[in-house]
């Protein structure tokens, strides 16, 4: 029995940030002042708050230490631990209060959100199976085996309202039940955690916080369909949850919880782990079944449907991280608990990868309903530097973005779709008045073409096509009809690609037009970027009333572009000039413009 | 794992483990004076105690921690129980010997162990 918990995150984002010498430091400190019987140093899942990372929270207090050095766990040991002081400085700004702790469900960061697929994350050691456990880990999968049968256990997944939270919000009840009805000697469960999309990565961090959450979901799921054999598809970009996985796996083995003859039931299920090799289009279903058989990662056309004819042919159902850890806890909690959160058609609650330009960089948990405008000026403490919200663009490479005068809509699956974008799978990223939209949407189309698999015409060639006009729009080199071409060409591509991926690649494209069209005629009509970020549409000048000669700006430049003698008005060689900006940032006098 | 009776086992028996780390209002908080003052009289020892008397038992409801020193020094070790809807009950003079009679009558039984509450600090 120890009489406090030290847990510090070892998801990527604060692993990355150095919590690994933090937990040694930590280690060596109560060893050091003989605590070792008393204190337990527990490396867990990520608490959303990476950007401040690396995180330390210590119980029974609560007490939520942000940036942590391996000299702060020193004096956290010192201090807190072996004295009882809680050291108010290193604690997360929002969480004190008086002096004291607030508890974190108080803060503005977590106020607003409801943590049940990330649950686990930051709460349990994620490599300790009995951990898992304590929380009522595995219960759920003992309760299906015990009390349900399959056909009960599809019913309370279509009752709760589960949509899929890889993208396409398909109802995973009928998934299920579409599988459950196929004919097969053999089916099986797949997971999608080929999280591709750029800036999202609420899957990788499920599976390195809470790993065990989706092994029993997807036992439950082969309960469920009549399948024996799952796998998991899982990135190699993502070793942390890989290695967590497999250790997960094998203790679940050794506990009986996988295998032959669960809970003496009769039930066998087993889990293979596949890891991809880095291709987007990889976490397209048909192609993620291709890549499990082996083979080339391509997709094919759909029907016939992997409820009836998935990996190798066989019954399959495929179904993502973040959907699969939302099913023990339906299963224990019951469908109507699930029901009743959410709006009318969207239920639960979705993780969201914040981004770009916002103070709270991390990942959330909210209710669905809960508006964009709760996301980012609440939960994520608004855009830094008094600079003005934009956009939002959700969905990554096949969403679209949010302006500024929706920020009101409440975000479901429903509503973002009517709006032109779609939840894909959460990432959520923040521009301000400094981003250029045609600018991002150029960034979107340029993975989206790296991205393509190939194997279809329309993505292929039109993705390419879509790319070329918006370089001719970024350099000033379009006229007005290209904008035709360009939004023609979109729904071209929409209609005719094989999968989703190029199905969906115009997205970005189509709707930054829709809501920034403005911004596209002022680089193909007047050649310029209001936002002032496409270098060639640019140029700089100094003012020369302004220019009081002090020679900054010349100092700074890195093509010797600027001349001038001292105390005399300086001019900027356009010629030579590269745009880089670095002259506007060293003057002090405001004397130096872009156009 | 034969079955689900001895998953629940199990989980019963590790639950103590975790029941730390959530920082509702519904918890018996037992706080020892660790100032100073505190260790010097012997607060250490207490504290030792307190845990592994709460481990013994078993108490999933009940967490031990320190605190700085609350003014009264020479009645050190000083020791404080919060118990959730209760007036705080503050323990003074506390040795290793008293800790399982606080354990077993107040935060079991729910009957303040007054002898050694400060009212009674002479005795």
């Not at chain 1, 040694?24 to 109560?30: T, V």
């Not at chain 1, 797949?190 to 036992?219: K, Q, T, W, Y």
Request: a negative charge; charged letters at 25%.
């Amino acid at each position: 029995m120890y009489r406090s918990n030290v847990l510090v995150c070892g998801g990527t984002g604060c692993t990355a940030s150095g919590s690994t010498a933090v937990i040694e430091s930590f280690n060596e400190a109560i060893a050091a002042h003989g605590l070792e019987k008393e204190v337990r140093v527990i490396t867990t899942g990520c608490f959303g708050l990476c950007a401040n990372g690396p995180i330390v929270v210590v119980y029974p207090e609560g007490a939520f230490y942000e940036n942590v050095t391996p000299e702060a766990a020193k004096e956290i040991t010192e201090e807190h631990l072996l004295k009882g002081r809680i050291v108010t400085k290193l604690l997360l700004q929002d969480s004190t209060e008086d002096g004291g702790v607030s508890s974190l469900n108080e803060t503005q960061f977590y106020k607003k959100q409801l943590r049940v697929a990330l649950r686990n994350c930051g709460l349990i050691d994620p490599e300790n199976i009995n951990e898992y456990i304590a929380v009522d880990g595995y219960q759920a999968l003992g309760k299906v085996l015990t009390e349900y049968t399959p056909e009960r256990v599809v019913q309370e997944i279509l009752d709760s309202g589960l949509r899929g939270r890889g993208g396409a919000g398909f109802p995973t009840g009928v998934k299920w039940k579409f599988a459950a009805a196929s004919e097969g000697d053999q089916k099986y469960v797949c997971c999608n955690a080929d999280e591709g999309d750029p800036g999202a990565f609420m899957d990788r961090s499920v599976l390195e916080g809470d790993p065990h959450a989706i092994i029993e979901a997807m036992a439950i799921a082969g309960y469920a369909i009549g399948a024996n054999q799952g796998y998991i598809y899982v990135r190699a970009e993502y070793p942390i949850a890989v290695k967590r996985l497999g250790i997960a796996i094998d203790q679940a083995h050794e506990m009986g919880l996988l295998g032959k003859d669960i809970f003496g039931t009769g039930f066998d299920f087993d889990l293979e782990i596949r890891l991809g090799a880095g291709a987007f289009v990889c976490g397209e279903e048909t192609a993620l079944m291709t890549s499990i058989e082996g083979k080339r990662g391509e997709p094919r056309p759909r029907p016939p449907f992997p409820a009836h004819q998935g990996v190798f042919q066989k019954p399959t159902i495929l179904n993502n991280v973040e959907t699969l850890a939302n099913i023990p806890r339906i299963i224990m909690l019951g469908a109507e608990w699930f029901a009743s959160m959410g709006t009318e058609k969207s239920k639960g609650t979705k993780v969201f990868a914040l981004g770009g330009k916002i103070n709270n960089t991390g990942l959330v948990e909210i209710p669905m309903g809960t508006t964009l405008r709760e996301i980012v000026e609440e939960i994520g403490g608004g855009v830094p530097n008094g600079k003005k919200f934009k956009a939002a663009q959700t969905g990554g490479p096949s969403g679209g973005c949010i302006p500024a005068e929706k920020i009101d809509v409440p975000i479901d699956y429903d509503n973002l779709l009517a709006i032109g974008s779609m939840m894909g799978s959460g990432g959520l990223i923040v521009m301000d008045e400094d981003n250029c939209m045609v600018d991002i949407a150029k960034f979107f189309l340029e993975f989206t073409v790296d991205e393509s698999c190939g194997k279809c015409s329309p993505c292929r060639i039109g993705t390419r096509r879509m790319l070329e006009i918006l370089e001719r729009i970024t350099s000033g080199k379009a006229v007005m009809e290209d904008l035709d071409k360009l939004e023609t060409l979109c729904y071209h591509i929409k209609m005719n690609s094989l999968c989703g991926l190029g199905q969906t690649a115009p997205n970005p494209v189509l709707s930054t037009i829709r809501y920034f069209k403005d911004e596209y005629i002022a680089h193909i009509r007047d050649r310029k970027c209001p936002a002032g970020v496409c270098k060639d549409l640019l140029s700089y000048s100094i003012i020369e009333d302004k220019c009081i000669g002090c020679g900054m700006c010349k100092r700074v430049c890195p093509a010797d572009a600027i001349t001038g003698e001292k105390k005399e008005a300086h001019v900027i060689d356009t010629d030579k000039c590269v745009k880089c900006g670095a002259c506007v940032d060293a003057c002090k006098f405001e004397a130096v413009v872009r156009a | 794992m034969k079955s689900l009776d001895e998953l629940k086992a199990l989980r019963d028996k590790l639950q103590s483990e975790v029941s730390l780390r959530d920082d509702g209002d519904d918890k018996t908080k037992v706080l020892v004076g660790m100032a100073t003052c505190g260790i010097a009289a012997g607060a250490r020892p207490v504290l030792a105690e307190f845990v592994e008397q709460v481990a013994t038992r078993g108490l999933k409801n009940v967490t031990v921690s320190q605190t700085g020193c609350i003014g009264i020094c020479q009645f050190e070790p000083v020791v404080e129980v919060f118990v959730p809807g209760k007036e705080k009950v503050t323990y003074v003079n506390m040795s290793k010997e008293k800790v399982a009679r606080i354990v077993a009558d107040h935060i079991v039984g729910g009957n303040i162990v007054s002898d050694y509450t400060i009212g009674n600090r002479h005795s």
